[in-house]
């Protein structure tokens, strides 16, 4: 999962044609994470309406998660704020270029957070998170 981010923000800072024909190149690459849908996960190129979210279309690929491991968890840090929330239904990263920095949106929303954690379950119960910085900083814990 923290390679699919990985992925999507090297997309998103390169050049990336997406669609058929002539294509987009300018739009954004990002992942997006549903609870409804806790084994799979989306990367999307913001191109049909360009709202820093995932909409229908913008489809890059579709990510199934292997081995039972489900998405338990969304949550987020606000800009500016210390103290993280959770229990949220999605979260948006994009990834515009020229930079790598993360714009993180949650519940289809257009404040940008500075952080997202993203909880996986394992079959066993064990649990991980990638975490995603407005800085462009993946990590896994």
């Avoid at 190149?25 to 997006?32: D, E, K, L, M, N």
């Avoid at 913001?46 to 690929?61: F, H």
Wanted: glycine residues 12%; negative net charge.
């Amino acid at each position: 999962m923290a390679l699919s981010v990985r992925e999507a923000q090297t997309y998103g800072i390169s050049v990336r044609k997406f669609g058929s024909g002539a294509g987009e190149f300018g739009a954004g690459y990002g992942v997006h994470f549903q609870l409804s849908s806790p084994s799979e996960y989306t990367i999307f190129a913001d191109a049909v309406l360009s709202n820093g979210l995932y909409d229908s279309g913008e489809v890059v690929q579709l990510i199934n998660i292997n081995g039972n491991y489900r998405i338990v968890n969304l949550c987020a840090i606000p800009a500016g704020g210390s103290t993280e929330s959770c229990g949220y239904s999605k979260i948006d990263v994009l990834f515009v270029r020229p930079e790598p920095d993360a714009y993180i949106r949650i519940n289809d929303g257009t404040t940008v957070y500075q952080s997202a954690k993203i909880t996986v379950q394992s079959p066993r119960g064990d649990l991980l998170s990638v975490l995603i910085e407005a800085t462009g900083q993946i990590s896994v814990q």
